[in-house]
């Protein structure tokens, strides 16, 4: 039987694509300039370059949590329609999107006896998210029930890997994750924060490099040292409103895996708000 599957708007995926392949977003509200959006489908090119240029003249972004009622709002004309849910959340480890929907999936599934919500903690955001459901798509398209596909998707997420840079560091320092002096001596010396997502989906500071030629090749290193190439799923390619950053990214994955698949995607706001215009990553199935 078909059975719905949903992820939210921190996925980057294509809005063609996502329609092309039935895959269904959770809205997520963030700001931009003074007007606080709901954000219900990816968004276009022109509100996304709006957005960054807002964070360079000095906007203060912020983004909001999905209730648990929102979810219950979301689910509900699938469930009148007899069919289950596949649901892939943003990071328990970087919001509580995930305890959201278990709170609503439960509810829901005493309001409707015989249905299934299965909630997936993909442990991962933007490009990880989307490989993810990429691969819940296809799952699907193979004759995977909704729980065999949950269980393949549940291991899968410890092998996803987020290698990015970001240019700014009062982003970071806004979510605490460096100091104030920390902040001011990166920005003076042009110094580029190196993250990822660790295993439990937290985001964690790795490194730093004075430059983004040298963060990028950074990037690169962790990449080549980690991926699987044996894997089926796509490398994705994120920026926030940095595309020359995103191409000596290809270039360089190319060089190592010159016959990769690889995607490119803007980084959603809902992300965006809190790394900053200038952000580059590399999302890949690991070894």
Known sequence: MFYAIFTDVSADLSGQWALEHQLSFIP??????????????????DILKKFYDGQRSGDLTRTSQITPAQYQEAFHETLEKGQDILYL?????????YESACMAAKKLMDKYPGTTIECVDTLAATGGMDILSERAVRNRDIGMTVKENAENLRAATHRIRHWFLVQDLKYLQRGGRVGAVAATFGTIMQMRPILKIDETGKLVTIGKERGNRFAV?????????THDEAAEDPIYVINADAPELAEM?????REIYPD??????????IIGAHTGPGMAAICHMGK
């Open 249 to 253: 990214l290809e270039h360089g994955i």
């Open 28 to 45: 997520m509200s963030y700001s931009l300039g003074e007007e606080m959006r709901v954000c219900a489908r990816p968004e276009e090119a």
């Open 89 to 97: 959340s943003l990071s328990g480890g970087l919001s509580s999107t």
């Open 217 to 225: 090749r950074d990037l690169l290193k962790h990449f080549s040292e």
């Open 260 to 269: 990769a698949v690889i995607r490119h995607a803007i980084l959603s706001p």
